[in-house]
T-cell receptor
Framework: DGGITQSPKYLFRKEGQNVTLSCEQNLNHDAMYWYRQDPGQGLRLIYYSQIVNDFQKGDIAEGYSVSREKKESFPLTVTSAQKNPTAFYLC?????????????FGPGTRLTVL | QQPVQSPQAVILREGEDAVINCSSSKALYSVHWYRQKHGEAPVFLMILLKGGEQKGHEKISASFNEKKQQSSLYLTASQLSYSGTYFCGTGEGGATNKLIFGTGTLLAVQP
């Protein structure tokens, strides 16, 4: 079955450590996205990529970094510069432009920084 | 700037109807609607495009008023399975290929 996988489902880290969240899709989609979800704030865009080896900052990119070396993979690194990293992180993909195509979401990773 | 959704929360009995509104301060090219169950990923419901017609999906339909930069989601004869948080995502088009999501509307359907 085609879909998006994120791992791990739960992640605990100590303050000051960098952590990388995995996102893989086998839908052959060109575009991929990372969102952060906090209670009462909906989904906020961190980074997005429309094609391999290219990505753009979203609305809350500070303290995060990404890479897009393969079409199917879009890992997100939460760095120590992110002031409040505890949140639910969702990865998504779409077949084309975000404004025209539905986004398929992965199951999410819940990150807790202690 | 995030689109504003109203109401923030609504409680229904099975069989009742509900309307969820999404309003933006910017000109829109598209509006997307998603539903998210607690602890799960959002699931796509429908897209409405500028110049398009009202969309329908079983007993869930939506409209898009481009001039007012507003969209409404209509849930008819609600079922228990409709419970969840509903998000609208607005697309401005042009060079900005991204959606801006609203803060969500929590819908609880009770027996």
């Amino acid at each position: 079955d085609g879909g998006i996988t994120q791992s791990p489902k739960y992640l605990f880290r100590k303050e000051g450590q960098n952590v990388t969240l995995s996102c893989e899709q086998n839908l052959n989609h060109d575009a991929m996205y990372w969102y952060r979800q906090d209670p009462g704030q909906g989904l906020r865009l961190i980074y997005y990529s429309q094609i391999v080896n290219d990505f753009q900052k979203g609305d809350i990119a500070e303290g995060y970094s990404v890479s897009r070396e393969k079409k199917e993979s879009f890992p997100l690194t939460v760095t120590s510069a992110q002031k409040n990293p505890t949140a639910f992180y969702l990865c998504a993909s779409s077949a084309g432009l975000a404004v025209l195509y539905e986004q398929f979401f992965g199951p999410g990773t819940r990150l807790t920084v202690l | 700037q995030q689109p504003v959704q109203s109401p923030q929360a609504v409680i229904l009995r099975e069989g009742e109807d509900a309307v969820i509104n999404c309003s933006s301060s910017k000109a829109l090219y598209s509006v997307h609607w998603y539903r998210q169950k607690h602890g799960e990923a959002p699931v796509f419901l429908m897209i409405l495009l500028k110049g398009g017609e009202q969309k329908g999906h079983e007993k869930i339909s939506a409209s898009f008023n481009e001039k007012k930069q507003q969209s409404s989601l209509y849930l008819t004869a609600s079922q228990l399975s409709y419970s969840g948080t509903y998000f609208c995502g607005t697309g401005e088009g042009g060079a900005t290929n991204k959606l801006i999501f609203g803060t969500g509307t929590l819908l609880a359907v009770q027996p």
